[in-house]
């Protein structure tokens, strides 16, 4: 019999409340967003209040201005992931029921069209403002893998994005008709629990090297520096764990039953891995960049 791990009995919601006839719930998934945003805040004030960690000991912003600068963040996450997954995932669809888009209790976001809304907010704010918006995005993605972090754990509790059938000994027999119908496997289907894989990776790890050359490695000191960091480790983790990350339904066929967005004979790319690249590219742009700036 082959060795896997039931999935653990975690309900989504953490807790549902009835109100005027009405039900109100606090789901994992939307618990991991409220505590990312305010861990990374907390970390930002920290972080502008250091001078001694910014070129010429002088940080970019305020505490003050970095409360008013979470507003921006919240609205670009939530509107850019919206209409990233609108856009990258499902367009035809969603051109098809135009009032389903803001529908965003129904699920659907895309990190991708997330990261480009909190870049325009962060575009806005910084010249809106008058400060360095290089330095801006830095301290934005130094904390940005405390939000991935959660919010992969939150994928996992709820039994989405999960992987690949796999045989090896700590696949996940994730429950739901979608998740066991797995091609050629008999009885109990285990996947890779490729949500903790991009946890571990983008969030954990990427989150802990960004941190410790911020603050032990003088990194806020070059701006752009972070900034490219992220992006080249984000893609690059994405990009890896793709390749035992199930497709989207909409992109698997029985032409196409790896359900790549680009497909070259027997092999080809996944639309997370066709958009990690740009962002790799992007990545080792702004380190270049960065290290040429750097002061004497």
């Given at each position: 019999m082959?060795?896997m791990?039931?999935?653990?009995d975690?309900?989504?919601?953490?807790?549902?409340?009835s109100?005027?006839?009405?039900e109100?719930?606090?789901?994992w998934?939307?618990?991991?967003?409220i505590?990312g945003?305010?861990l990374?805040?907390?970390?930002?004030?920290?972080?502008?209040?250091?001078?001694?960690?910014w070129r010429?000991a002088?940080a970019?912003?305020?505490?003050?201005?970095?409360?008013?600068?979470?507003?921006?963040v919240?609205?670009?996450?939530?509107?850019?992931?919206?209409?990233?997954?609108?856009?990258?995932?499902?367009?035809?669809?969603?051109?098809?029921?135009?009032m389903q888009?803001?529908?965003?209790?129904?699920?659907g976001m895309?990190?991708?069209g997330?990261?480009l809304?909190?870049?325009?907010?962060c575009?806005?704010?910084s010249?809106?403002?008058?400060?360095?918006?290089?330095?801006?995005?830095?301290?934005?993605?130094m904390?940005?893998?405390?939000g991935l972090?959660?919010?992969?754990?939150?994928?996992?509790?709820?039994a989405?994005?999960?992987?690949?059938p796999?045989s090896?000994?700590?696949?996940?027999a994730?429950?739901?008709?979608?998740a066991q119908?797995?091609?050629?496997?008999?009885?109990?289907?285990?996947?890779?629990?490729s949500?903790?894989?991009?946890?571990?990776?983008e969030?954990?790890?990427l989150?802990a090297v960004l941190?410790?050359l911020?603050y032990?490695?003088?990194a806020?000191k070059e701006?752009g520096?972070?900034?490219?960091?992220?992006?080249?480790?984000?893609?690059?983790?994405?990009?890896?764990?793709?390749f035992?990350r199930?497709?989207d339904?909409?992109?698997?066929?029985?032409d196409?039953p790896?359900?790549?967005?680009?497909?070259?004979?027997?092999?080809g790319?996944?639309m997370g891995?066709?958009?990690s690249?740009p962002?790799?590219?992007?990545?080792l742009?702004?380190?270049?960049?960065?290290?040429r700036?750097?002061?004497?």
């Amino acid at each position: 019999m082959q060795a896997m791990i039931p999935f653990p009995d975690i309900s989504p919601e953490i807790f549902t409340l009835s109100l005027f006839g009405m039900e109100f719930a606090l789901r994992w998934y939307a618990l991991s967003y409220i505590v990312g945003i305010l861990l990374g805040w907390r970390l930002v004030v920290a972080s502008v209040k250091r001078p001694h960690l910014w070129r010429a000991a002088s940080a970019p912003m305020t505490p003050p201005q970095v409360e008013d600068l979470l507003t921006w963040v919240i609205l670009g996450v939530i509107l850019g992931g919206r209409l990233g997954f609108v856009l990258f995932y499902q367009p035809g669809y969603y051109l098809q029921n135009p009032m389903q888009i803001l529908q965003v209790w129904q699920g659907g976001m895309s990190f991708h069209g997330g990261l480009l809304g909190v870049v325009t907010a962060c575009l806005l704010y910084s010249k809106r403002q008058g400060i360095a918006w290089l330095s801006v995005g830095d301290v934005l993605c130094m904390v940005a893998p405390i939000g991935l972090l959660l919010g992969r754990i939150a994928n996992f509790i709820n039994a989405e994005l999960w992987g690949r059938p796999t045989s090896l000994p700590w696949g996940v027999a994730f429950p739901g008709a979608a998740a066991q119908d797995c091609p050629d496997v008999i009885g109990i289907c285990a996947r890779h629990p490729s949500q903790l894989y991009e946890a571990m990776l983008e969030g954990l790890i990427l989150g802990a090297v960004l941190i410790f050359l911020a603050y032990r490695r003088g990194a806020l000191k070059e701006p752009g520096r972070i900034t490219g960091l992220f992006f080249i480790g984000y893609g690059v983790s994405r990009f890896i764990v793709e390749f035992v990350r199930q497709a989207d339904a909409q992109f698997i066929t029985p032409d196409n039953p790896m359900g790549y967005a680009v497909q070259m004979g027997a092999f080809g790319l996944s639309m997370g891995q066709l958009l990690s690249l740009p962002m790799i590219a992007f990545g080792l742009a702004m380190v270049a960049w960065a290290k040429r700036s750097r002061p004497a």
